[in-house]
């Protein structure tokens, strides 16, 4: 589970995040929806540790990102908006170094790549250097990465920019699957059909501030609308927080 409480950062003059509040729930996938420049980004990256909240802390699975970062650290899964990974190294060779990074003995971490090379369909490029990789594959690799030391949070920032139909048809099934295994998923997005097709939750994020969160059902009940992109255009516009 992951719980962030009145997070607020700044960046001189520019206030990125304005004391957000939200829980992403074990089972569940949460979409934190919202424009470009809202602040999901800045959220997230407070949330896998990258930045230090002004004021504010969150809880992974109850463990502090502002007190206990590294702890914190070890219990989720990130897929960042630009994947980083390494060009010269295969698909697998990114994700067993990732696997020593976390811990686990060469036994292990050759076991878990072989796993999640199979689960992901990476089949055909896992020993191809990722400098040759498609779009997809690459983001395919990163996530494996990220699933590498088996995190009960996983968090995506951004996940399908740049992906064609099939690549996110994938990661649309992968995350079902996650979320039917009990995993805590937590993404962020600004593309409406995207939250609407995937989420059990959403936080809808507008200049930095939380202006709406519940099911879709919830969302669209609030506003009186009933398309979410509607309701979505409605929170966006209006900025106002509808509890």
Not at 6 to 33: E, Q, W, Y
Not at 43 to 68: E, K, M, Q, W
Not at 152 to 170: F, I, Y
């Amino acid at each position: 589970m992951i719980e962030a409480h009145a997070l607020s950062k700044s960046f001189g003059p520019v206030k990125a995040v304005r004391s957000v509040t939200l829980r992403a729930a074990d089972g569940r996938i949460t979409g934190l929806l919202g424009p470009n420049g809202a602040g999901k980004s800045t959220t997230l990256r407070i949330l896998y540790t990258v930045l230090r909240p002004d004021a504010g802390d969150a809880l992974i699975d109850g463990t502090s990102v502002v007190h206990a970062p590294l702890e914190a650290r070890r219990q989720i899964g990130v897929l960042p908006h630009a994947a980083g990974i390494y060009q010269h190294l295969s698909a697998r060779e990114n994700v067993l170094y990732f696997g020593a990074l976390h811990g686990l003995s060469r036994a292990e971490r050759e076991a878990r790549a072989d796993e999640l090379i199979e689960l992901l369909e990476m089949r055909d490029f896992a020993d191809r250097p990722a400098r040759k990789l498609s779009q997809g594959q690459r983001m395919k690799t990163a996530l494996a990465r990220a699933l590498v030391h088996r995190p009960k949070n996983v968090l995506l920032d951004e996940p399908t920019n740049g992906l064609d139909v099939m690549a996110v048809r994938s990661l649309r099934a992968l995350l079902v699957r996650l979320r039917d295994a009990g995993h805590c998923v937590l993404f962020s997005s600004h593309v409406m059909q995207e939250v609407a097709a995937l989420c059990d939750e959403i936080v809808v994020i507008a200049r930095g501030n939380v202006v709406a969160a519940g099911t879709p059902e919830e969302i669209r009940a609030r506003t009186g609308q009933d398309n979410l992109e509607e309701a979505f255009v409605q929170l966006i516009g209006t900025g106002e927080g509808l509890g």
